[in-house]
């Protein structure tokens, strides 16, 4: 009789289970409406925890958050050399060189603070708080201490080097932290080496939109005119030695 019961119970389960899946199937072939035509519920968009106060988002990757630069190294080979403080930024050590991150990016999300060091004294324009943020290693958005420092438009803080003038200038006086959110998308090439999409910046400086979509002419070149002359792919991000102690923190970046 016990086994019955179970045999009985079974089978109830396995009917119900049976009518779910053609009421789930029979709801699949219902005729859409119009309205829903233009309804898509895949791909699912990822959750990502949202920025909170200094810190950044749960999917982002953190570049330097204070404590080393396992993420660096120097662009000439070896470790990074620049000093690392005790209030959690790092500070270039002039004259040893750029440093680059050890992996190779390509369209990215990248946040980035920085800080120029105190005037010098009967120095000016390019003289001042100077690096630059390289993505690819090839492509520079400026950093310079454009506080009441006049130079040339293309030349300043948040400027595409030599090719774009930013928006606004919004850097904020000597020795206060300047933030950059830069949208990055890469180059791209056809099979013969010609580049078929250039690269774009849209970036904001302290909150303000200063670069919007704007198109590089090819990578950062001092002397000259940029063009494009050769394919490549993804590539490291540098920050520039520039000679002068400018100071960085809280990096991270989002591949796009």
């Avoid at 998308?185 to 080496?193: E, I, M, S, V």
Wanted: glycine share 8%.
């Amino acid at each position: 009789m016990k086994e019955r019961k179970i045999i009985l119970i079974t089978a109830a389960v396995v009917g119900l289970m049976g009518q779910a899946t053609a009421a789930g199937e029979k709801e699949k072939t219902k005729p859409l409406k119009p309205h829903q035509y233009s309804e898509f519920w895949q791909p699912k968009v990822p959750v990502v925890e949202a920025l909170k106060a200094g810190q950044p988002p749960s999917d982002a990757i953190v570049l330097f958050d204070g404590s080393d630069l396992s993420a660096w190294q120097s662009s000439k080979g070896g470790q990074a050399q620049w000093t690392v403080n005790t209030d959690g930024s790092m500070t270039v050590k002039p004259r040893s060189g750029a440093i680059e991150t050890k992996q190779k990016y390509c369209d990215v999300q990248l946040h980035i603070e920085w800080k120029s060091p105190p005037k010098a004294v009967g120095k000016s324009g390019q003289q001042l708080g100077n690096s630059g943020i390289f993505m690819q290693g090839l492509y520079e958005m400026q950093i310079l201490d454009s506080y009441q420092n006049e130079t040339y438009s293309n030349g300043q803080a948040a400027s595409i080097y030599k090719q774009h003038i930013p928006l606004a200038n919004a850097t904020r006086p000597t020795g206060q932290w300047n933030e950059y959110d830069i949208i990055y998308t890469a180059p791209r090439f056809n099979k013969k080496g010609q580049v078929t999409s250039p690269a774009r910046f849209t970036a904001m400086h302290n909150g303000i939109l200063v670069l919007h979509n704007v198109e590089l002419q090819g990578p950062t070149v001092y002397v000259g005119t940029a063009h494009y002359d050769k394919a490549h792919g993804c590539e490291p991000i540098k920050l520039q030695d520039h000679r002068d102690p400018v100071s960085f923190r809280n990096i991270w970046l989002r591949e796009l």
